[in-house]
């Protein structure tokens, strides 16, 4: 089976190394050379602190990398039999690509969505084959993280929900049923909590002091605050917002330092500046 995945970002090509890990001859492909050079670059750097920390030999590790391919040509998903699209979450964007792929991919290849709250029926709406098109929400680090959310448009099929449903197991993923509606279930409920964190440091209470608490209070892995520099804050911001116009609910407002940190490009880790600052 062979799988392709659009967008050489952090879940894009998160979910690469994870379909390559699974024994899946696996192409990644997004528009930008660079990206993918960026992208390459940090899986090579993951595998030699796992090699060196002897999760992983080298000899697993050079297997996995040469099941991964790389292309910025769409044409290069005409051979696969499962689409994962991850480009960013904007719904032009996602249209658009689906557009791109109904040209290309086999009449019977499933074209998932790793939208994390976007509408399955909508991105259906603009292939010829609204049938094949569901959702698969990853959660980063896609290698990772065990869940996958599994979401169904109005015209996504049974046949093609059993494939993507087996298709998640086989990468090791546990998978939920969850509605479509914004947010689905997990950033409908982790992403207003963050979005609370958020109001909490504009009104003047530290990152640290928020983060420990969450930390000790209710044993997550991270505090919110670092949570949101981890994922970044422009996708946050961006799921908050989904909710925000998508329940047209006020209860969703996203905070405005979210706001105001976006615009300075305060992004979280990946920028070297979010909640915290980084090396
Ligand atoms: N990509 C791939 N693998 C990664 C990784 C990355 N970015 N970051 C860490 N890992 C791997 C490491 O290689 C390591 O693997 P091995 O054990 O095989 O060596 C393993 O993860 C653990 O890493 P570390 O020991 O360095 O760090 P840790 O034990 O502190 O765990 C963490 C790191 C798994 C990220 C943990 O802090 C955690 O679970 N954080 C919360 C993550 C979370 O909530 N994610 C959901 C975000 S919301 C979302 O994704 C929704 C959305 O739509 C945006």
Known sequence: MKIAVI????????????????????VNID???????????????LFERKVAKGRL????ADAILSRISYSTDYAAAGEADIVI???????????AVFKQLDAVCKAEALLLSNTSGLSISE???VTKRPQQVMGTHFFY???????????????TSDEVYTQAKAFMHSL???????????????????????NEAAYMVMEGCSPEDVDTAMKLGTNMPMGPCELTDFVGIDVMLATMT????????SKYRPCPLLERMVKAGRLGRKSGQGFYTYK
């Open 242 to 249: 989904g909710l925000y116009e998508g329940f047209h609910d």
């Open 123 to 125: 991105i259906g709406s």
């Open 31 to 45: 528009a930008f050379a660079a990206a993918q050079e960026k992208a390459k670059a940090t899986l090579a750097a």
């Open 172 to 194: 090791g993923k546990t998978t939920v049923d969850a509605p479509e509606y914004p947010g689905f279930i997990v950033n409908r409920i982790l992403v207003p909590m963050q």
């Open 57 to 60: 030999t080298t000899e697993e």
């Open 85 to 95: 699209e991850a480009v960013p979450e904007k719904i032009d964007l996602k249209k």
């Open 141 to 155: 680090p896609a290698p990772v993280m065990k869940l996958v959310e599994l979401i169904r448009g109005l015209a």
């Open 7 to 26: 967008g050489a970002g952090l879940m894009g090509s998160g979910i690469t190394q994870q379909c390559a890990q699974a024994g899946f001859s696996t």
